[in-house]
């Protein structure tokens, strides 16, 4: 069955580094999706991307965060100066109109 | 904006016994869908089961039944003959059905489910 992939699936980082996320999605998906979880809480929503645009973002997603779409595979989450509490285990998710979202097995991201 | 809510943080059940988890959300949206996601100790995000809100039946997945009650906006887990690999994490979910297709999940907060030999 096809996947979602994330890597790396850790990554340590300086406070005020870049740091750039990494998701496959799958192949004939059209929606992609970031997500965020900071350890014990909720999964957050933090962009949505449709046809090489952003379709939503919420008020996390701020100035310091980017997404691309590179090519035809990739797609992308950039923070561009990190802040301790950016800390969080970050979810990749694709999907197909109003089918399940898959998601990748995440990111845990490690601020110091 | 919608809002899912789990009002139970932990539960536990002995193997082979059932167990429902609870959730309630709030939204003036007329269509939509509500999933239950597991997240076990490794932290993946697993589909469990999903259901369509135009739908009166009741999603069933195997051992796993939802109780849609869309009136009272609640979307209940029960997981029947409960098997230790059913120690997780389980989020509610809620997706808005518009035109655009790409809605984000609204999650809640989760209940840790405990299954005990």
């Known amino acids: 069955e096809p996947e979602v992939t994330q890597t790396p699936s850790h990554q340590v980082t300086q406070m005020g580094q870049e740091v750039i996320l990494r998701c496959v999605p799958i192949?004939?998906?059209?929606?992609f999706y970031w997500y965020r979880q900071i350890l014990g809480q909720k999964v957050e929503f933090l962009v949505s991307?449709?046809?090489?645009?952003?379709?939503?973002k919420s008020e996390i997603f701020d100035d310091q965060f980017s997404v691309e779409r590179p090519d035809g595979s990739n797609f992308t989450l950039k923070i561009r100066s990190t802040k301790l509490e950016d800390s969080a285990m970050y979810f990749c998710?694709?999907?197909?109109?109003?089918?399940?979202?898959?998601f990748g097995d995440g990111t845990r991201l490690s601020i110091l | 904006a919608q809002t899912v809510t789990q009002s139970q943080p932990e539960m536990s059940v002995q193997e082979a016994e059932t167990v429902t988890l609870s959730c309630t959300y709030d939204?003036?949206?007329?269509?939509?869908?509500l999933f239950w996601y597991k997240q076990p100790p490794s932290r993946q995000m697993i589909l469990v089961i999903r259901q369509e809100a135009y739908k009166q039946q009741n999603a069933t997945e195997n051992r796993f039944s939802v109780n849609f009650q869309k009136a009272a906006k609640s979307f209940s887990l029960k997981i029947s003959d409960s098997q230790l690999g059913d120690t997780a994490m389980y989020f509610c979910?809620?997706?808005?059905?518009?035109?655009?297709?790409?809605?984000?999940?609204?999650f809640g907060k989760g209940t840790k489910l405990t299954v005990n030999p």
């Open positions: 979910a809620f997706m808005a059905q518009t035109q655009g297709g790409s809605e984000k999940l609204v």
């Open positions: 998710a694709s999907g197909v109109g109003y089918q399940p979202q898959h």
């Open positions: 192949s004939n998906h059209l929606y």
């Open positions: 991307f449709y046809n090489n645009e952003i379709s939503e």
């Open positions: 939204t003036s949206e007329n269509n939509y869908y």
